[in-house]
Nanobody, 125 residues
Framework: QVRLIESGGGLVQAGDSLRLSCAAS????????MGWFRQAPGKEREFVAT????????YYADFVKGRFTISRDNAKNTVYLQMNRLKPEDRAVYYC??????????????????WGQGTQVTVSS
């Protein structure tokens, strides 16, 4: 069992930056690939970024490439999402997920075994 707790969301202006954190419980964090997804009002949860269990491989949705960076610190059981040059369309609840099957991440919600409760990001224009 893995418990995930996201933090770092808030209200910012367009062009600002935020750093989201996702802290995981348990001693097996380093075995999980991790992902960040987001869900805007009235929309389905969508893929943002993923990182392999070792941190050696990362993948991003096209709409965040060059602006967002996913990273992890296995010693701290934490995965991060650095978000730069935020846009109003980035407004959503951001969720982190943990994938226990395989060491690589996934673009798909159904591939993740555990989810956090989410953190709200709002970007004003």
């Amino acid at each position: 069992q893995v418990r995930l707790i996201e933090s770092g969301g808030g209200l910012v202006q367009a062009g600002d930056s935020l750093r989201l954190s996702c802290a995981a419980s348990g001693r097996t964090f380093s075995r999980f690939a991790m992902g960040w997804f987001r869900q805007a009002p009235g929309k389905e949860r969508e893929f943002v970024a993923t990182i392999s269990s070792s941190g050696g491989r990362t993948y991003y949705a096209d709409f965040v490439k060059g602006r967002f960076t996913i990273s992890r610190d296995n010693a701290k059981n934490t995965v991060y999402l650095q978000m730069n040059r935020l846009k109003p369309e980035d407004r959503a609840v951001y969720y982190c997920g943990a994938r226990g099957r395989g060491s690589f991440g996934s673009y798909y919600v159904y591939d993740y075994d555990y989810w956090g409760q989410g953190t709200q990001v709002t970007v004003s224009s």
